[in-house]
T-cell receptor, first 116, second 114 residues
Framework: AQKITQTQPGMFVQEKEAVTLDCTYDTSDPSYGLFWYKQPSSGEMIFLIYQGSYDQQNATEGRYSLNFQKARKSANLVISASQLGDSAMYFC?????????????FGTGTRLKVLA | GAGVSQTPSNKVTEKGKYVELRCDPI?????LYWYRQSLGQGPEFLIY????????DSGLPNDRFFAVRPEGSVSTLKIQRTERGDSAVYLC????????????FGQGTRLTVV
């Protein structure tokens, strides 16, 4: 079974609008972390935001916020006031504490295109 | 250095040859990861080091792939008898060992096997 599922291969958003990128995850570990990364065409992986499984509040970092719905096992990324520079691939990732390994597991990504 | 450094940035090799890819993590980061990313895909886990030891090598596709981290800092990913299917971007990342921290990625090594 997929640990991280991103069902939107591609998304378009108008500049200055908000956009939500979907991510669902699967784990039986009560302790885990959820991450979003941005990968522009240059190829670098840029960390955006983190949400811990025990965090009571949704994480926010500037224009990025994470809509964490634990019961639904979803961790959607919301980008507000989209900018042209936001056009990139976006990856959701999870890190579980169990099984003695802390590897990050990534989804297949969503390609976001911001339109002028 | 300030970030994760990977060398070379590009490597072209002939099928059947041996290659080494190097990763220099952020100073003080005990956890180091290797991932492989094919075009249009997410990073695929290969191996994870905690200090000098490989804590999880479950992602290595076969015994042609091997990685070391002898002094708990720099790591080398070694691929023997390269095949065209090994062509991909190989990403290295490092993090503090605590689970509540993000991984920092290098720029990757683009490996092309011809």
């Amino acid at each position: 079974a997929q640990k991280i599922t991103q069902t939107q291969p591609g998304m378009f958003v108008q500049e200055k609008e908000a956009v939500t990128l979907d991510c669902t995850y699967d784990t039986s570990d009560p302790s885990y972390g959820l991450f979003w990364y941005k990968q522009p065409s240059s190829g670098e992986m840029i960390f955006l935001i983190y949400q811990g499984s025990y965090d009571q509040q949704n994480a926010t970092e500037g224009r990025y916020s994470l809509n964490f719905q634990k019961a639904r096992k979803s961790a959607n990324l919301v980008i507000s006031a989209s900018q042209l520079g936001d056009s990139a691939m976006y990856f959701c990732a999870m890190r579980e504490r169990g099984e003695g390994t802390y590897k990050y597991i990534f989804g297949t990504g969503t390609r976001l295109k911001v339109l002028a | 250095g300030a970030g994760v450094s990977q060398t070379p940035s590009n490597k072209v090799t002939e099928k059947g040859k041996y290659v080494e890819l190097r990763c220099d993590p952020i100073s003080g980061h005990t956890a180091l990861y290797w991932y492989r990313q094919s075009l249009g895909q997410g990073p695929e886990f290969l191996i994870y080091f905690q200090g000098t030891g490989a804590a999880d090598d479950s992602g290595l596709p076969n015994d042609r792939f091997f990685a070391v981290r002898p002094e708990g800092s720099v790591s080398t990913l070694k691929i023997q008898r390269t095949e065209r299917g090994d062509s991909a971007v190989y990403l290295c990342a490092s993090s503090l060992s605590d689970s509540n921290t993000e991984a920092f990625f290098g720029q990757g090594t683009r490996l092309t096997v011809v």
